[in-house]
């Protein structure tokens, strides 16, 4: 029963780990940028918000299979297939996590402004240190939200998970998958525990997130 639980904590924490650095330069650009550019890419970036998983599922196992350009490549270079394995899961859990990532920090970003960022870079900050030394500290709270929502939305994933990497114990089978196959099996009771489980981290998570980011605002 623990290696479900398992599987998804680690596609979880992987997710999130690679995600953030590249959700932070698209929320700063899409906070501070006034190109036309700007609602088109929101709009991508909050697709999978309103696209049903087996749609964008369906549409990674196209393109993460053998056959396309970027499955092929990871064939050639790894001798393994990024569809039903725990690499092609990270991948389509980058994209359909994406929203949950770029939005609070975007939101966060919009809040604080540019302006202590300006005054960082005219004292001679380089763009990098001015943004990690002075934006990131700011926004700790929007920080903190993005960071939670994208480990607690990749820890239930279930639709992107059965099409790209199906079912395969150890490998692709992650707590959401376990919990289906317990009620099908009718095994009632496993299928409480883990659901308990994942409803108990749930509300842990998110009771720590709202504490962070109450005494972060009473701190400033």
């Given at each position: 029963?623990?290696?479900?639980?398992?599987?998804?904590?680690?596609l979880?924490?992987?997710?999130?780990?690679?995600?953030?650095?590249?959700?932070?330069?698209?929320?700063?650009?899409?906070?501070?940028?006034?190109?036309?550019?700007?609602?088109?890419?929101?709009?991508?970036?909050?697709?999978?918000?309103?696209?049903?998983?087996?749609v964008?599922?369906?549409?990674?196992?196209?393109?993460?299979s053998?056959g396309?350009?970027?499955?092929?490549?990871?064939?050639?270079?790894?001798?393994?297939?990024?569809?039903?394995?725990?690499?092609?899961?990270?991948?389509?859990?980058?994209?359909?996590?994406?929203?949950?990532?770029?939005?609070?920090l975007?939101?966060?970003?919009?809040t604080?402004?540019?302006?202590?960022?300006?005054?960082?870079?005219?004292?001679?900050?380089?763009?990098?240190?001015?943004?990690?030394?002075?934006?990131?500290?700011?926004?700790?709270?929007?920080?903190?939200?993005?960071?939670?929502?994208?480990?607690?939305?990749?820890?239930?994933?279930?639709?992107?998970?059965?099409?790209?990497?199906?079912n395969?114990p150890?490998?692709?089978?992650?707590v959401?998958?376990?919990?289906?196959?317990?009620?099908?099996?009718?095994?009632?009771?496993?299928?409480?525990?883990?659901?308990?489980?994942?409803?108990?981290?749930?509300?842990?998570?998110?009771?720590?997130?709202?504490?962070?980011?109450?005494?972060?605002?009473r701190?400033r």
């Amino acid at each position: 029963m623990t290696g479900p639980l398992l599987l998804s904590a680690k596609l979880a924490l992987v997710t999130t780990v690679l995600l953030l650095p590249l959700a932070m330069p698209i929320a700063w650009w899409l906070a501070s940028t006034r190109s036309a550019l700007k609602a088109p890419v929101q709009a991508v970036v909050a697709l999978p918000l309103v696209l049903p998983p087996t749609v964008l599922g369906f549409y990674f196992l196209l393109f993460l299979s053998p056959g396309a350009p970027l499955g092929q490549l990871w064939v050639d270079l790894t001798g393994s297939t990024l569809t039903f394995s725990f690499a092609g899961l990270v991948v389509a859990s980058l994209v359909y996590s994406l929203p949950f990532a770029v939005q609070p920090l975007q939101s966060a970003f919009e809040t604080l402004g540019r302006d202590q960022y300006e005054a960082a870079r005219t004292l001679g900050a380089a763009p990098l240190d001015a943004f990690l030394s002075v934006v990131v500290p700011l926004t700790l709270p929007g920080l903190v939200s993005a960071i939670v929502l994208t480990f607690a939305h990749t820890l239930g994933e279930v639709g992107i998970v059965l099409m790209v990497g199906g079912n395969i114990p150890g490998e692709t089978r992650t707590v959401s998958i376990a919990i289906y196959d317990h009620v099908e099996n009718l095994e009632y009771g496993d299928a409480f525990m883990l659901s308990g489980i994942l409803l108990g981290t749930a509300f842990v998570v998110l009771l720590l997130t709202f504490v962070i980011n109450q005494r972060a605002r009473r701190a400033r």
